[in-house]
């Protein structure tokens, strides 16, 4: 069974740019969120989409946006690119529950640089 | 409100030796904790997880505690090894919900 997959593994932008980046969740499972990590401030949750729809937002300003596709993959955008969205971002599959019971299985992460 | 600590934030330990890392938890209503591993640059990988009715569970050289009444878990590793060398972060579920409360994480260092 393959896991989750994200793309671009890493990628170089400069302030101002925009960015892309994509998750492809295990098969059968419907809920993908995504996660900033920095060093020393651990994964920070940014949102979650369970059958192409938003059930839960972090504390992040409007320029990181989401969404999930019919298929289930999923994809988040950060437009205006700052030097602080420098980060591993990672993306999490869940099998299928009502709640956050369910294992959490990551992708390797996209790690940006923005300079 | 609900948060998830750990303890120590990073730690060094010779190849062989045991260490112990801590997550104390406000969590409610509790639902389960994992112990995910995180290798440098990678996702993190679940390593166990405590139900409310668990006290003990052991994976390999990991064995995880759980006190339901002080709310607190620990991650004990029995005879480090080099491969240890990660990120272990405390992930805790409000039952009834979609949230999934991160602890910051300890960082763990074995030396040879």
């Known amino acids: 069974k393959a896991g989750v997959t994200q793309t671009p593994r890493y990628l170089i932008k400069t302030r101002g740019q925009q960015v892309t980046l994509s998750c492809s969740p295990i098969?059968?499972?419907?809920?993908v969120s995504w996660y900033q990590q920095t060093p020393g401030q651990g994964l920070q949750f940014l949102f979650e989409?369970?059958?192409?729809?938003?059930?839960n937002k972090g504390n992040f300003p409007g320029r990181f946006s989401g969404r999930q596709f019919s298929n289930s993959r999923s994809e988040m955008n950060v437009s205006t690119l700052e030097l602080g969205d420098s980060a591993l971002y990672l993306c999490?599959?869940?099998?299928?529950?009502?709640?956050?019971?369910?294992?959490?299985?990551f992708g390797e992460g996209s790690r940006l640089t923005v300079l | 409100k609900n948060q998830v600590e750990q303890s120590p934030q990073s730690l060094i330990i010779l190849e062989g030796k045991n260490c112990t890392l801590q997550?104390?938890?406000?969590?409610?209503?509790?639902?389960?904790l994992r112990w995910y591993k995180q290798d440098t640059g990678r996702g993190p990988v679940s390593l166990t997880i405590?139900?409310?009715?668990?006290n003990t569970k052991s994976n390999g050289r990991y064995t995880a505690t759980l006190d339901a009444d002080t709310k607190q878990s620990s991650l004990h590793i029995t005879a480090s090894q080099l491969s240890d060398s990660a990120s272990y972060i405390c992930?805790?579920?409000?039952?009834?919900?979609?949230?999934?409360?991160f602890g910051t994480g300890t960082r763990l260092k074995v030396l040879a």
């Open positions: 989409y369970f059958s192409e729809t938003q059930r």
């Open positions: 992930v805790v579920s409000a039952s009834g919900t979609y949230k999934y409360i």
């Open positions: 098969s059968g499972h419907r809920s």
């Open positions: 999490a599959s869940r099998p299928p529950g009502l709640d956050a019971t369910g294992e959490l299985f």
């Open positions: 405590m139900t409310f009715s668990e």
């Open positions: 997550c104390n938890y406000t969590v409610s209503p509790f639902s389960n």
